[in-house]
């Protein structure tokens, strides 16, 4: 499998945090979040570990038929910096 750089795994984590800000305070599965990014979904996850651990997103655990899923959403003080931030 190839690499990917660090610029483009940038990239990828901020097209994440814009899709969570535009459908704040919706949660997303890790699947659908890999299927909005064209990634798989244990690239994807690891990249929301990385930003969870950055305090930027945060998750809750489901549980159901198909095992346990997690959920992500932008934390509260990260989408009131984004809203300042943005036009």
Not at 56 to 78: A, H, P
Request: charged share 35%.
């Amino acid at each position: 499998m190839s690499k990917i750089s660090l610029e483009k795994e940038a990239r990828i984590k901020e097209e994440i945090l814009r899709i969570l800000y535009d459908s704040y305070p919706k949660f997303y599965y890790t699947s659908s979040i890999s299927y909005e990014v064209l990634r798989n979904n244990e690239f994807v996850l690891r990249l929301m570990n990385e930003m969870m651990k950055g305090g930027l997103v945060s998750f809750i655990c489901e549980r159901g038929g198909r095992g346990m899923r997690k959920k992500w959403c932008l934390k509260n003080d990260v989408f009131e910096k984004y809203k300042e931030l943005l036009p």
